[in-house]
DNA sequence: AACTGTGAAGTGGTTCACAGCA
DNA sequence: TGCTGTGAACCACTTCACAGTT
């Protein structure tokens, strides 16, 4: 019998995406006072299969029995630790238009161990207004030229880009150059980083585009 | 010699994606002057390697000349024939909140062959008011109860559901009742639709969350 | 009998490396 | 010589299918 492999313990990132659903449905079956859960139980909720669903756990080390299913309560505990929600992760959003209000203001930021502490932008017409999640205390927008000093101030981590393509790749290395290691980047153009940085491009128009392709091609067909 | 390859002209989504840079800098391009380009300047403006540049080119059926590279016009009008920008795909926007608000602004969707043409909320309210891209005729509101009518009245088939989670599933049902074929579901809940729905499903959160996950990790290496 | 955990095969996409052609 | 076009290897993730365990 061999121990559990305790070598790279890497999540995937398609396992990442799904864990915090699990989580929702765990807790969901915790209230209603459920014991155990089935892995296709999970998948029906999340959409996916229930060998999708058991090899994402068996990443996060948690073990179901065999014949019976998973324990609710410990592996909602397992998957929290898996994610790290234990830790806080801050963030600041820059560039504080409808997109930047709407991270600013999302409220299912604090279960996701996520929340946004700064908001900045360049229009002098919004700096010194305020924004944010109104359950939480709403925060000024700052002027960009604060930024370096509020993030090392603070200890950020995470930026979300959400300002006009124009001005992404200087807000960028404005970032990098602020000690920011992560960045989610809402804007269409490609930014040019370190690779000690890591960028997630998120592109709305691109994701559309696809969906008209994918419409026109079956249209023709 | 073999004729070029007829059968599947499917594009891969990662191409599908790429393309609209590809064109973005191409019109630059042609801008400057400039009469040919090679795959790798493509590729540094995209952010990816000269042999992704050359596969998706091939995808689209355009040939460049070995040696000397792709012509700049030639292969832009391949590119917007391949995307199929010549045709407009109509969209309607379900939740005229920020991130609805955002996407109904948006300036750059009309060279991407998309126009959003409708707006429906359920909050009285918002229904009535006016929102959009001021550089088009800004849209009235509507109640969710006249989605079905336009969407068949104006022939749309790509709609964004950007609602609260608790309301995107009947939203959703709603949508495919009025016909709609292909959904960008923007809220944080799986969708259940029918086989000839196509969902993509974007969640920002979960994008941060999967930077804030290797981030811990990093750290903690 | 029922359900998990996981090798092994399959899939979609990227990277490598090089043959082919101007 | 220089750059394209593309088989083949590779990689990350999904799916299959079944052995293992209670």
Redesign the pocket.
Known sequence: ?SL??LRRR?L????IA?LPQYIRCLSQLENAGLQT?????LAAHVG???????????YVG?????????PVSELRDSVNRALGLATEHRMVVVGVGHMGRAIAGYTGFAERGLRVVGLFDVDPELIGAKAGNPALELLEILPLSDLAGFVSAHDVAIAVIATPAEAAQSVADLLVGAGITSILNLSAVHLSVPDSVVVRPVDLATEIQILAVHAAARERK
Request: net charge positive; glycine share 12%.
């Open positions: 019998m559990p492999r890497e995937p990132d398609a396992t799904r859960v089935h892995s296709a139980d996916v299969s229930g060998a999708v669903v058991r090899r994402d756990l068996s948690s073990y179901g029995t065999r014949g019976v299913g998973y």
